[in-house]
C-alpha cells in the first residue's frame, strides 16, 4: 500500500542551531530584480556560494539538510554500533539489528572477498529453469527477495472501498526510468539506450560471461524489456486513478496471463484464492503472458539473471556497485562520483529499519513544542480553507457541502507514528549484507501482504519519522508530515509566523490540497474514488486546471524541453493553493494587527522571500532532463516563480507590474480557491 501525492524527493533533515538561523534580508540579491525573477533574486547568492558537490545530482538548501542530517545519524549509528561492540545491546533488539545492518554496509572487506557468493545459489536456480512451471516459481522466489522480474505484488485500500485491504498487481521489471525512455527518438535519448546496453554487457563480464555471451545477454534483456515496455501506461495516464483501478478475481487474473501459475503464487504467500486483486495495468499482464509463451527459456533465464544482479549490485563487492552508479549516477543523473560509504550505508538504515532509528532520531531531534505549533498551524490551515470554500462562487452548494466533509475528515499525522512497526520478526546477522537486505525485502512483502483481508489500520506511516517530505493519501484521506520536514528552513520555533507560513504554511496547504487537485478530488471524504461534483462543477474544475497545464508548457526550461503540463498539474495546482491558502492563513493569524517590519522587510515580504527559499536549489543537466520527463513536480525554479506569477497579492508586496516577468496577465492568471 503506497502513499501517494509526495511533496518532493526525499530529503531528511534537522534542526539548526538558532544562532545559525539564515537572515532573509541578507539572502537577497539586490542585483536581481524581484519582479523579472524571484527565484534569482532570494536563491541567486547562495547557489552561486554553493556549487553541485560531485556526488550530487542537485544542490540546494535542502540537500544541505540532508548532508548535515545524515551526519546525525551517523553519529546515532555510530553511538549503537558502539554500544553493540561492547555487548551492551540485547540480543536480538531493534538497536542490535541496526548495528548489525549498518556494520553489515560499512564491512567492504568482506563485502570483497565474498564477491557473487550471496547470489550464487539465486544465479544456479535461474540456470536450472527448465519450463513455464520452474519459471514461474522463480519468478515469485525473485519477488519475494525483492526483484521485480517482472511482477509485483503489494497491498491496497480498494479503490471504491478504502476500509477494504486487496491485493495488488503493478507493473515492473523495466531497467530505464520510465516506458517512453525505450522509445523517443532524440539524440539524447538513443545514446541513453547505447549506454545502457553497453551498461548491460559491463555487468555480465562482471558475472563472468565471455565479450560474445555479454553482448547476446544485453541484447536479450533490451528486447525484452521493450516488449514489456510497449504495454506500460504512460505517466500522465498513470495519474488517472480510474485506468489504475481493474479489480478481479484470481481467475480474472489467471484470464490475463493463464501460462502463470498464479495460484500457486497467491499460495506460496498465504493469500486465499478468493483474494480479490487490483491490476494496476492489465494490458502488462496480457504482454505477461506474450512473453511466457513466445519467448525462449534461455532468454528468459538472462533476463531474470539481469534483474537479479541490477538489484543486488549495490549489495555486492565494489565493482558491482561501482558499475550500477556508473550508469544509474554518470549517465542518467550527471553525477560525478558516488556519495561517501557511511552515506550510503545510513539510507540503507532508514529505508529498512526507518522506525527502529527514528525512534533515536526524534528523541534526539524533535522536540514536544515543535509538534504542539504544527498543531495549531495545520488547525488554522483547515479553518481557513474552510472559509475559502463556503466563499467559492464558482461552486455548487452540493460540491462545497462535499467538499468541506472531505476537507473535515482529512486526518493529520505530525512528526511520527503513535505506534512503531515491531522488527521483532526480522532477523539481521554481521557480515551478511546482501543477505540481509534480502530478509529485509521479505520482511516488507509479508508485512504488506499480511494487511489484505484484515481491518485497515489508519494508524500506519509511509514515511520514516527523518523524512524530509510530506504527504496526501487519497484512499484514506490523510496528511502527514514527518519530522525531518519540521526543521529549518521549513519550520522553524525560533521565526516569525511570516516565514513559517510562508515556508511549512504552504506546505501544509500543498498536501491538504491534493485531496483536491486533478486526482484527489476524484475521491470523497472516506477515500473512495467516486464523482463527488456536479457535472458543471467539475467542467469548472477542469477549466482551472486546463490553465495550469497551458502555462508549464508555454516556456522552455532547457533548449526544445518543456514541462508536460498534465503531469505537472497535480503538484502545481499544490504549490499554487498551498501558497494562496498559507497567506490567507497567515494573515487570519495577525487578528487585524500589522504585521511587524524585520530587516526593512514587511511581513507580506518575508513570507514570499521564505517560499521561495524553500525551491532554491540547481541541478545537473541529466537530472533536470530526467526530471522534466518523469517527474509529476515541475522543476524547482518554476515551483517558486510560475507558482508566485498566479499571485497578486505577491505582485503587490514587491510593487510588480502589469508587463513585468513575474506578472502574467490577469486573464491568464490560474486560480483553484
Avoid at 261 to 279: E, I, M, Y
Amino acid at each position: 500500500m503506497r502513499a501517494v501525492a509526495l511533496l518532493v524527493l526525499l530529503f531528511t533533515a534537522c534542526a539548526a542551531p538558532a544562532a545559525e538561523r539564515e537572515s532573509l534580508r541578507a539572502l537577497l540579491d539586490e542585483s536581481c530584480k524581484p519582479c523579472e525573477d524571484f527565484f534569482e533574486y532570494v536563491n541567486r547568492k547562495w547557489l552561486a556560494a554553493n556549487p553541485i558537490p560531485p556526488s550530487q545530482s542537485r544542490w540546494g538548501r535542502l540537500s544541505k539538510m540532508v548532508d548535515d542530517n545524515r551526519e546525525r545519524l551517523k553519529k546515532i549509528l555510530e553511538e549503537i554500533s558502539a554500544d553493540a561492540e561492547a555487548g551492551k545491546l540485547a540480543k536480538g533488539s531493534q538497536e542490535e539489528k541496526i548495528a548489525y545492518l549498518y556494520g553489515s554496509c560499512m564491512d567492504t572487506g568482506t563485502l570483497a572477498k565474498r564477491g557473487i557468493a550471496a547470489i550464487r545459489e539465486d544465479l544456479d536456480r535461474i540456470e536450472a529453469i527448465r519450463d513455464i512451471d520452474g519459471l514461474s516459481k522463480e519468478i515469485v522466489h525473485l519477488l519475494e527477495i525483492g526483484v521485480t522480474a517482472p511482477i509485483s505484488l503489494d497491498s491496497t485500500s480498494d479503490f471504491k472501498n478504502s476500509n477494504e485491504v486487496i491485493a495488488e498487481l503493478s507493473a515492473g521489471g523495466l531497467s530505464l526510468p520510465d516506458r517512453d525512455f525505450y522509445f523517443r527518438t532524440d539524440e539524447r535519448s538513443v545514446k541513453i539506450r547505447e549506454e545502457f546496453k553497453q551498461h548491460v554487457v559491463r555487468m555480465h563480464k562482471l558475472l563472468g560471461d565471455s565479450d560474445e555471451q555479454a553482448e547476446k545477454a544485453a541484447a536479450t534483456v533490451m528486447a525484452i524489456e521493450t516488449r514489456l515496455a510497449e504495454s506500460r501506461l504512460t505517466n500522465v495516464e498513470r495519474r488517472d486513478p480510474y485506468k489504475r483501478y481493474n479489480r478481479m478475481s484470481l481467475a480474472g487474473v489467471s484470464k490475463l496471463a493463464p501460462a502463470f501459475d498464479w495460484v500457486a503464487a497467491f499460495s506460496h504467500f498465504g493469500l486465499p484464492r478468493t483474494t480479490p486483486v487490483n491490476v494496476t495495468e492489465p494490458k502488462f499482464y496480457e504482454a505477461f503472458q506474450k512473453e511466457l509463451t513466445g519467448t525462449p527459456i534461455s532468454e528468459w533465464k538472462t533476463y531474470l539473471r539481469w534483474r537479479l544482479v541490477k538489484a543486488m549490485a549495490p549489495r555486492l563487492s565494489q565493482e558491482f556497485e561501482d558499475e550500477a552508479f556508473a550508469f544509474d549516477g554518470k549517465v542518467l543523473r550527471g553525477v560525478k562520483e558516488q556519495l561517501p560509504r557511511w552515506q550510503r550505508c545510513a539510507v540503507v538504515v532508514d529505508s529498512s529499519l526507518g522506525e527502529a532509528l527514528g525512534q533515536a532520531y526524534v528523541r534526539k531531534y524533535f522536540p514536544p513544542a515543535a509538534k504542539k505549533r504544527m498543531d495549531e498551524l495545520v488547525t488554522n490551515m483547515r479553518l481557513t480553507l474552510r472559509d475559502e470554500l463556503s466563499k467559492a462562487t464558482w461552486l455548487s452548494e452540493e460540491t462545497k457541502r462535499q467538499a468541506v466533509a472531505k476537507l473535515d475528515r482529512i486526518i493529520p499525522k505530525i512528526g511520527y507514528p503513535d505506534k512503531w512497526r515491531d522488527y521483532s520478526a526480522l532477523t539481521i546477522n554481521k557480515g551478511e549484507y546482501a543477505e540481509n537486505m534480502i530478509r529485509v525485502a521479505r520482511f516488507h512483502l509479508r508485512h504488506e501482504l499480511n494487511k489484505i483481508g484484515k481491518p485497515l489500520d489508519k494508524t500506519e506511516w509511509f514515511m520514516t519519522p527523518p523524512t524530509v517530505n510530506a504527504y496526501y493519501n487519497p484512499q484514506w484521506n490523510e496528511i502527514a508530515f514527518p519530522a525531518g520536514i519540521l526543521q529549518p528552513p521549513f519550520f522553524d520555533m525560533e521565526a516569525d509566523d511570516a516565514e513559517n507560513y510562508g515556508a511549512i504554511g504552504a506546505i501544509i496547504g500543498h498536501e491538504i490540497g491534493h485531496g483536491f487537485d486533478d486526482k484527489g478530488s476524484q475521491f470523497d471524504a472516506e477515500g473512495n474514488l467516486r464523482n463527488w461534483w456536479t457535472d458543471t462543477d467539475r467542467k469548472k474544475f477542469e477549466e482551472r486546471a486546463a490553465c495550469i497545464v497551458e502555462q508549464f508548457e508555454s516556456f522552455e526550461v532547457q533548449p526544445g524541453l518543456r514541462h508536460i503540463g498534465k503531469l505537472v498539474t497535480g503538484e502545481a495546482l499544490g504549490d499554487l493553493g498551498g501558497l494562496r491558502l498559507a497567506y490567507k492563513a497567515y494573515h487570519r493569524s495577525l487578528k487585524g494587527k500589522p504585521a511587524p517590519v524585520i530587516d526593512g522587510l514587511t511581513g507580506d515580504q518575508r513570507f514570499f522571500i521564505s517560499f521561495a527559499r524553500l525551491w532554491g536549489t540547481q541541478a545537473t543537466q541529466e537530472y533536470e532532463r530526467l526530471q522534466l520527463q518523469t517527474d509529476p513536480h515541475p522543476v524547482p525554479k518554476s515551483r517558486a516563480n510560475e507558482t508566485l506569477k498566479n499571485v497578486p497579492e505577491f505582485r503587490e508586496a514587491f510593487g510588480c507590474k502589469l508587463g513585468d516577468p513575474m506578472v502574467r496577465p490577469p486573464e491568464k492568471q490560474c486560480k483553484l480557491w
